[in-house]
């Protein structure tokens, strides 16, 4: 009976999705297992001691996962065992046999799995997606090795590299995204999520459509794909450093050594060919001083913005990210995997020279004592070789901020279509904001506009 095709096929998707945590379980245990085996820093005693304590964990998952298994062949045979039990008599089995079974049965599994997704999915990554990354981007160790076979044949690498930087918020993604578009340069993009340290590699294994546009989460009208540039550059040093830089609610200063460096050369690489690497990097204050002592090709181009109307942006997607995050938890996850702790639940304020005083994140002070820490400490680490574009110049003229560009890092960018935006003003004038805070951004935010490229 076609009936009984039907309901085997609905009991094998039920038991599938009910025990599905079994199978992501085995699959995050035994990354992790390899992780600790790639681990270079663990000497051989302590790596034993690691192993042998994560195998047991291993073998465990691996044996829910067998009777997961043996869970779904049996709710396969369910439906004709309880017909034969009833009836008394033998039944046939023609699924694989007959194709009208087949497209019955079918059609029985996919049912749960229609229903599943329709009641569950708040976010564009499934859940076979979000352990995949986490598969990833969780274990460093896997990452290095993947990193060293991807960069193994690299001996000559460029000093030069571009890092558009600044408080986020303050135009840096649309002038990345404009200087991207240029001959010149190569950026790291959404399709190589998740292998972001072996790029090349897994474009080979992995091709999407770069046609569709989204609008980006911040909501400010900016669309997306996956060939569009992203800040993904932070999660290199998140790796290699070990998150050491990161504490429970600050961004530490550190230095970059000469052999990261050397690293992160062959990371442009391995995947830039003889264009030049151009990344976004908000974060780049924190090592800025290491890598400049090592290397003086580099460029950094630096975005400020008037203060108040900055700190309001910062305070509103502060607000929004931290919704965002509680609805669908994996936002969280993904930010803190990128190092994406501008604002939101996972915000951390960067620990450069400036003692907070604002508690309340919800309040515009916060962000207007985070605007000062910001550009506080550029104003003391700023050089001559760095390039400074004001947020207001690059909205009304993109054209002229990118001719700016061009002249000082000795580059031709006259090709590179630029768009004009859409400058929303914000009624600041009645803004409750302590007066003390407001004169000593003020004074910062002037002599900003006198350092500022021309």
Not at 63 to 85: A, C, G, N, Q, R
Not at 214 to 221: F, L, P
Not at 277 to 287: G, M, P, Q, S, W
Request: glycine share 2%; aromatic share 16%; proline share 2%.
């Amino acid at each position: 009976m076609l009936i009984l095709d039907f309901i085997s096929g609905v009991l094998v998707s039920i038991i599938i999705l009910f025990f599905r945590y079994t199978f992501y379980n085995l699959a995050l245990k035994t990354t992790s297992l390899l992780d600790i085996v790639f681990d270079k820093n663990l000497n051989e005693k302590d790596k034993f001691v690691k192993l042998v304590i994560n195998f047991k964990s291993t073998i465990k998952s691996l044996l829910y996962f067998i009777i997961y298994i043996s869970l779904i062949v049996f709710s396969f045979y369910i439906p004709y065992l309880i017909y034969e039990f009833i009836y008394s008599t033998s039944f046939e089995i023609n699924i694989f046999s007959k194709f009208y079974n087949l497209i019955i049965f079918s059609l029985g599994t996919c049912m749960p799995f229609i229903l599943f997704n329709f009641l569950t999915q708040k976010t564009s990554y499934s859940e076979l997606s979000q352990v995949f990354h986490k598969m990833i981007l969780d274990n460093y160790n896997i990452g290095k090795k993947i990193f060293d076979f991807q960069t193994k044949d690299i001996n000559k690498v460029k000093n030069k590299f571009v890092v558009v930087s600044g408080l986020a918020r303050c135009g840096t993604t649309a002038l990345t995204t404009i200087l991207n578009k240029s001959n010149q340069f190569k950026s790291l993009d959404y399709s190589n999520m998740p292998f972001i340290l072996a790029p090349s590699l897994w474009s080979k294994i992995y091709k999407v459509n770069s046609d569709k546009n989204w609008e980006r989460k911040h909501g400010d009208q900016t669309f997306i794909n996956y060939s569009s540039a992203e800040a993904l550059d932070e999660y290199f040093f998140k790796v290699f450093f070990n998150d050491c830089y990161i504490s429970e609610n600050k961004l530490l200063l550190h230095k970059v050594t000469e052999s990261i460096h050397q690293d992160y050369l062959k990371f442009h690489k391995s995947f830039c060919d003889e264009k030049i690497y151009l990344t976004k990097n908000n974060n780049f204050i924190l090592r800025y001083n290491s890598f400049r002592s090592i290397n003086n090709k580099f460029n950094v181009i630096f975005m400020f913005r008037e203060p108040l109307g900055h700190s309001f942006s910062l305070l509103k997607q502060h607000k929004k990210f931290s919704s965002f995050q509680k609805e669908d938890p994996f936002i969280l996850t993904y930010m803190n995997w990128l190092g994406h702790h501008e604002f939101g639940m996972n915000e951390k304020k960067m620990n450069l020279d400036f003692d907070f005083v604002e508690k309340n994140k919800n309040h515009l002070n916060y962000w207007l004592e985070v605007w000062i820490n910001y550009y506080q400490f550029l104003l003391k680490i700023f050089d001559k070789k760095d390039i400074i574009i004001d947020y207001d110049d690059f909205l009304n003229n993109p054209k002229k901020s990118i001719d700016i560009i061009s002249d000082n890092i000795n580059l031709e960018l006259s090709d590179i279509e630029t768009i004009k935006f859409d400058k929303k003003g914000v009624d600041l004038k009645n803004t409750n904001v302590n007066i003390i805070l407001k004169s000593k951004a003020e004074k910062i935010y002037k002599k900003l506009l006198l350092l500022k490229s021309n």
